[in-house]
């Protein structure tokens, strides 16, 4: 429990927003790619995802590894547009507003999803569940002014 408080208190931090996202991604990556899908690295602090989603702009297909919060025994997932507490939304979310249908890959297993952007008192629930599954969000809302997404996932 130590070591997760540290982390927690790490990645709070404006360095590790500054850092990070240059850094885990790629290693989740390429990780990802090399154990077909097995593991992924990030995934050892918090469940995390692969999701394929379909670039808004460009129509092509992007990967990107998140961190997720599973719902319903894996039957959804809350993905969360922190951007590591940086200024502008995450890529990942533009393209799921863009192109709700998408992938994931959950523990191994490639599950095709549709995501939907969360509101109002669905959208305050959600974020109080997420803030006790990760409390450094907490920190990451507070140094932006925009309201950080959070998407619904659930299986097609």
């Known amino acids: 429990m130590r070591g997760v408080r540290f982390v927690q208190k790490v990645s709070s931090t404006r360095g590790f927003a500054r850092v990070a996202p240059h850094v885990f991604p790629a290693l989740d990556r390429a990780v990802h790619r090399l154990t077909r899908g097995k593991v992924l690295l990030s995934a050892q602090l918090l469940p995390g995802v692969v999701l394929t989603s379909t670039g808004a702009k460009s129509g092509l297909p992007r990967r990107t590894p998140l961190a997720c919060m599973p719902e319903d025994g894996g039957r959804s997932w809350i993905l969360v547009g922190s951007n590591f507490g940086r200024p502008g939304h995450p890529a990942w979310s533009h393209n799921l507003l863009a192109h709700p249908e998408a992938r994931i890959s ?4 490639d599950i095709p ?5 969360l509101e109002g008192a669905e959208r305050a629930a959600a974020w ?7 409390p450094p969000y907490a920190a990451y809302q507070a140094r932006v002014e925009r ?7 659930v299986r097609r």
């Open 106 to 109: 959950w523990k191994g297993h």
């Open 113 to 117: 999803v549709t995501a939907r952007l």
């Open 128 to 134: 109080q569940a997420v803030l006790a599954f990760w």
């Open 147 to 153: 309201e950080i997404r959070l998407f619904r996932i």
